[in-house]
């Protein structure tokens, strides 16, 4: 049996991240180490720092992510892509070039046997519930901004999305996301045990979106995994088919 890899937020393209080739290409070894060991690969948002799609225009770069995205499916590795608050303006550019199928809102599915939750996290963290970032969240999913956005020639309207993103990123202490808040504070556990009371079948809920690797168990059955960040960390979830465990790449020395 083949196993099922899950991994979020590798923010490509960043320009808070130095040396973004090196970055980009360490996901891209990582998804070669394991194209001969996935049934499927679960991208869990906000593998792109910015990403906005016209007609006829892609934002520049990604050439080699997007290019292992496609020999992957190729090859028959089934990729879901989901999108996240830094690339919620996917088109069907990822679908019909690469092969991916591509998710918007959360998915509920059975995997082996066992129930997975699957989402980015975006708008389900209790942590996100503030106006201000209700208003944001709002004001990003508008279909009429998106058309307004898109009159706007991708040389300004790209370098806006990249510069806002960065000052987003930069704006926090050392770059970086707040730590874990503890189980009765963090976001989306508490959005996760909640979920539960009215689902008690779910086995796995695999979020991405807060840059923190946890794996906790909310009930006998059910667990709750973040699944960290490819900046700093390169944090991936593996499903063998009967257990999930969470795990960091170290280029070279990880088999994966």
Request: with cysteine; aromatic share 14%; glycine share 8%.
């Amino acid at each position: 049996m083949k196993n099922i890899y899950f991994l979020s937020d590798a923010h490509l393209g960043s320009r808070a991240i130095e040396h973004g080739r090196t970055h980009e290409r360490r996901l891209v070894n990582f998804l070669d180490s394991i194209k001969n060991k996935a049934e499927a690969i679960y991208l869990l948002g906000d593998m792109f720092d910015f990403w906005y799609e016209y007609k006829l225009v892609i934002p520049k770069g990604y050439t080699r992510f997007l290019g292992k995205l496609s020999e992957l499916t190729d090859h028959g590795v089934e990729i879901h892509y989901f999108t996240g608050n830094h690339d919620l303006w996917c088109g069907d550019y990822l679908e019909k070039e690469c092969g991916v199928i591509l998710h918007r809102t959360p998915l509920t599915c059975e995997l082996h046997g066992l129930v997975f939750y699957l989402a980015h996290g975006d708008g389900l963290d209790y942590a996100d519930k503030h106006w201000k970032v209700r208003l944001l969240q709002a004001a990003f999913r508008s279909r009429l901004l998106q058309r307004l956005f898109s009159t706007i020639h991708p040389r300004w309207s790209v370098e806006f999305g990249l510069e806002w993103a960065k000052y987003s990123r930069q704006k926090r202490i050392d770059g970086k996301e707040p730590p874990y808040q503890g189980e009765d504070k963090e976001g989306l556990v508490l959005y996760a045990k909640d979920y539960l009371k009215e689902h008690p079948s779910i086995n796995f809920f695999v979020f991405g979106h807060r840059h923190i690797a946890l794996d906790l168990m909310l009930s006998y059955q059910s667990r709750i995994l973040i699944l960290g960040e490819w900046i700093s960390s390169f944090n991936y979830a593996v499903f063998d088919g009967e257990h999930v465990f969470l795990e960091e790449y170290v280029e070279g020395v990880s088999q994966p």
